[in-house]
């Protein structure tokens, strides 16, 4: 059963390892999202068995970070990210997995091949739709002075039997850091 309710990529938050930096010091940027609306609903025991009994069994979630610097003439710094999480759905008889005792369909998801088994649906849904990815920036590529940094995220992923085809993006809000020489 597909869900109506929109997909969006919540807030996107940036956590900055300091205010100012050396010219030869790298910049560690956080970069915080979620993935909210229908597909976090959709994506529970009961859709699971579903989707598995249809043959619906690898579900893969594309997604990106770019930061940029600028304000109004906006170019990007850094190495952007490209990346994706899948999740497979498998047959099993550990009753300690399955908290809906009749089911035995579970799912384990994946971040760039290594596996993870959620022992809720709760951590699986986080596991799949939260990210949190460390980027880093040279100083030196930035230059000296005050400098505004902004990251645009975005997802996508093809149809399934609990979700539709999405692709959408996203900015945060900038931050501002200070190079000196």
């Given at each position: 059963m597909l869900t109506n309710e929109k997909n969006t990529i919540g807030e996107v938050l940036l956590e900055k390892s300091a205010d100012r930096f050396g010219m030869n010091d790298n910049i560690t940027i956080n970069v915080k999202f979620s993935v909210t609306g229908?597909?976090?609903e959709a994506f529970n025991e009961k859709n699971?068995?579903?989707?598995?009994?249809?043959?619906?069994?690898?579900?893969k979630l594309k997604y990106g970070?770019?930061?940029?610097?600028?304000?109004?003439?906006?170019?990007?710094?850094?190495?952007?990210?490209?990346s994706y999480k899948k999740a497979a759905l498998f047959?099993?008889?550990?009753?300690k997995l399955t908290q809906m005792a009749?089911?035995?369909v579970w799912v384990q998801i994946s971040k760039n091949f290594e596996p993870h088994i959620p022992m809720n649906q709760a951590e699986a849904q986080q596991l799949l739709l939260d990210f949190d990815e460390k980027m880093e920036i040279k100083a030196s590529?930035?230059?000296?002075?005050?400098?505004?940094?902004?990251?645009?995220?975005?997802?996508?992923?093809?149809?399934?039997?609990?979700?539709?085809?999405?692709?959408?993006?996203?900015n945060s809000k900038e931050i501002e850091i200070e190079i000196t020489k």
């Open positions: 229908g597909l976090r699971w068995e579903r989707a598995y009994n249809k043959h619906d069994n690898v579900f970070v770019k930061l940029y610097s600028g304000g109004i003439r906006k170019h990007e710094v850094g190495t952007p990210l490209d047959w099993t008889r550990n009753p009749e089911k035995k590529d930035l230059g000296a002075g005050k400098h505004k940094i902004g990251a645009e995220v975005y997802v996508s992923w093809f149809k399934h039997d609990y979700t539709e085809e999405v692709d959408t993006k996203s």
